[in-house]
């Protein structure tokens, strides 16, 4: 299945770190393609314990779009992610996480038609901005260097106030939104 990340998760470094430290298989993150989320923006109005900080979050703006990577994973790699962002369900199958799984339609950058693709939503989402930490932000702008995604992209990512904040927390301090 395609997934779009737009966080953290564009950092396959990061991702590698969460999921080293968690005893767990981290998903192949570095073949991405930079892709585009029309009629979406980037915000950062959830807090993580993890990060010390906002979290990147997609919220419906028409006219809009988020820059990102597709990367095609299979389940297991998938239920990584939903741990690692703080996705669960409940019995009824209802998202009740700090993510939800949506589908949307990205358009790679340069050749190909538009795919569709999974990527993550906050489900409890607060109205104001929470600044992410410097640290957060840095692997967001990594990612998108690494990714090849516009200037105009960074540029943006560079424009979000953020907060001298501290390093992610490891293991059994508070990591319980590793997230985007």
């Not at 298989?25 to 109005?45: E, H, I, M």
């Not at 799984?101 to 607060?126: D, F, N």
Request: glycine fraction near 12%.
């Amino acid at each position: 299945m395609w997934y779009f990340a737009y966080g953290s998760n564009l950092n396959a470094k990061a991702v590698a770190e969460w999921t080293r430290h968690h005893g767990l298989r981290a998903p192949t993150l570095k073949t991405g393609k930079p892709g585009v989320l029309d009629n979406y923006r980037l915000c950062f109005p959830l807090y993580s314990d993890f990060w010390g900080g906002g979290i990147a979050d997609i919220v419906y703006d028409p006219g809009k779009y988020v820059a990102g990577a597709l990367y095609e994973l299979n389940d297991a790699e998938l239920k990584v992610l939903d741990t690692k962002v703080g996705r669960k369900l409940d019995a009824g199958g209802k998202e009740i996480g700090l993510y939800k799984r949506i589908e949307v339609k990205i358009a790679p950058l340069g050749k190909g038609e538009p795919v569709q693709a999974m990527t993550y939503q906050g489900v409890s989402v607060e109205k104001y901005h929470i600044p992410p930490t410097k640290h957060y932000m840095d692997l967001l702008i990594a990612g998108a260097y690494m990714h090849g995604l516009s200037m105009m992209w960074i540029s943006y990512l560079q424009s979000f106030s953020t907060q001298i904040g501290r390093k992610p927390r490891g293991p059994g301090q508070g990591d319980a939104a590793a997230n985007l």
